[in-house]
């Protein structure tokens, strides 16, 4: 091996190291193997950059812009529970027809996205038939990434090979080349499910279930209308005309203030009758808090806090303990604000920190009133409580500040409230234009009248001209972590090919196994990938093998597709890990699921989608047309 192998082996290798351990996010480590490559001079600075001008980088892109369209106006919500509806209360219905639902939508748009948006209603539906939802979520799961498997934009890996096809000079994958073994593999897939329902567990310890409810349910549900109190700001109080975050009432006293009613200020008798002056002197406007808010004399405070606090604060603030003249629900959710349930996931940044560690308030701006630990029992003081995996909040504040949360699924999955933030956060009458969109885009894709990537730019641009999305909904619709992966990791590729890595790699993979015949080399890269695609992601995955692919069917003589569509598919078969695949990671809380839950159902489907593929992937695409 030569000097600049060593050296690219060595960044390719620190880089395997820190994605499994994640010591750093997987953009900055891709962003430091683009900085690597060109410093050691084994890339020129435009070889280096190239990944950020790829087609594929572009049209993954233009397909996260089309994909937050069509959850933005609903649209994937509206037909997810139109077709979840019909499956009534039969248990092997339920696995069958969500697992139909979810792989359909997941060949078209993001399969996080889609098991973000469905995972809601599939819990709910558990609840109402009174079954487990550990027996729907890990299906839901496994059928998003066998249902992403099945077209071209389905999942990145998929639009990856097909660039390294067309690379290499040879034509391209087309949009429905990966459909009939997509199709085959998610047949597959739900055929062993169904059959794996006895063996799915079977936790119904957990208050998931219990929880997944109205708003004002789940203030019953978390015990949080004996903490709210009516407080009224007196003449003589400290409060008045202070910014609440200048005021002592959250850090010394512990209130939450989580809404305040301010009297209207009344109009002169001369510009109205008496009559209604009376009635404009009993109006109150409601405000909800920010840090900056300035209190006034009559103020009315909506809190949450122990009465031992309540007791201290009323007394040296100078406020006055009212009687609530309203229902306790209504106040807190209105138009404006609400409140809703969320899980901590099992990576998620916020494990073995506290609210006031993260300063939950000042991030998020929202509130936390109450969390719920399974088989544990959290204290009053919530505030300093270390969270752990499992951990259900009930959150208050703005509903867009509570909708924002879902752009965050590594650290929060919301499960409770969620029909009422999209009641009141999207944008259904825009629902069918973005259908409409999304049908033109699949129309062009498939007939080829466009390049691919320029068919998902203009389908983008008209999600935002239209109005489904804004511009900048459009900018923080795309995963840019994923993006700077992917355009990061291009260059790993072209420097293996350039020194010859690729070829040294394919030499002895072809020395080892090539005696055996292509299929046992196809079966050999299909195990290779779908190992790395346990710890890495596919993306990095596929990136890394699909050179190597590439170059060993070219040094058989044969024709790679089949090589090229093996490790697409074997970076698709993230089963075995909850870390495999973010998907993985959002049902594992709501599912109470634990890490040999995955191996146990997970390693026997990765071998049937092995079979599967010996089987029918050289008659698909022959090595020897």
Known sequence: MSVEMWITLGVLVVAIVLFV?????????????????MMTGILSVDEAIAGFSSSAVLLIAALFIVGGGVFQTGLALSLAQQIIRIAGTSETRLVVLVMITVAVMSGFVSDTGTVAVVMPAVISLAASVRMPASKLLLPLAFAS??????TLIGTPPNIIVSETLQEAGLEPFGFFSYSIMGVVLTIVGIAYMVFMQRFLPERTSTDYEESITTPAELLDVYQVSEQIYHLRVQSRSSLIGQMIKDTDIGKVYHIDILEISRPAPARTLASVGSSELVMQSKRNIPIHPHPDTVLAYNDVLIVRASSEDIATATAKLKLSIQPSVTDKHS??????????????????????????????GTTYHLTVLGIKRPSAKIGSQIKDAPLQFGDSLL?????????????KPRDFVIIGGTQEIR???????????????????????ITGWLPTTTVAMLAALLVVLTGCLTMDEA????????????????????????????????????????????????????????????????????VIIAPLALVTAQALGIDPRAFL?????????????????????????????????????????????????????????????
């Open 423 to 445: 009641s009141h956060l999207l944008n259904f009458k825009k629902a069918p234009i973005v259908l409409v969109i999304l049908a033109g885009m699949l129309v062009f894709m």
């Open 145 to 150: 990434l066998l249902g992403g498997a099945s």
């Open 21 to 37: 351990t994640e010591k750093l996010r997987v953009d900055v480590v891709a962003l430091g193997v683009v900085v690597a490559l």
């Open 395 to 407: 959150i208050q504040g703005e509903w867009k500040d509570i909708f924002e949360l879902r752009k």
């Open 331 to 360: 106040t807190l959710i209105s138009e404006e604000v609400g409140i809703a349930e969320i899980v901590i996931p099992p990576r998620s940044s916020l494990i073995n920190k506290s609210i006031e560690d993260v300063k939950f």
């Open 475 to 542: 900018y923080e619709a795309i995963d840019w972590k994923s993006i700077v992966l992917i355009a990061g990791m291009l260059p790993m590729s072209t420097a293996m090919v350039k020194v010859g890595l690729v070829e040294l790699a394919a030499t002895i993979f072809t020395n080892t196994l090539g005696d055996f015949g292509p299929i046992i080399m196809m079966g050999g890269l299909f195990l290779i990938t779908s190992v790395f695609t346990q710890v890495l992601s596919n993306t990095a995955t596929t």
């Open 565 to 625: 569509m093996a490790v697409a598919i074997a970076a698709s078969m993230a089963f075995a890990t909850p870390v495999a695949s973010p998907v993985n990671t959002l049902v594992m809380g709501a599912g109470q699921y634990r890490f040999a839950d995955y191996m146990k159902i997970g390693i026997p489907l990765i071998g049937l989608a092995f079979i599967t593929v010996m089987i029918l992937l050289p008659i698909i695409f022959p090595f020897y047309p």
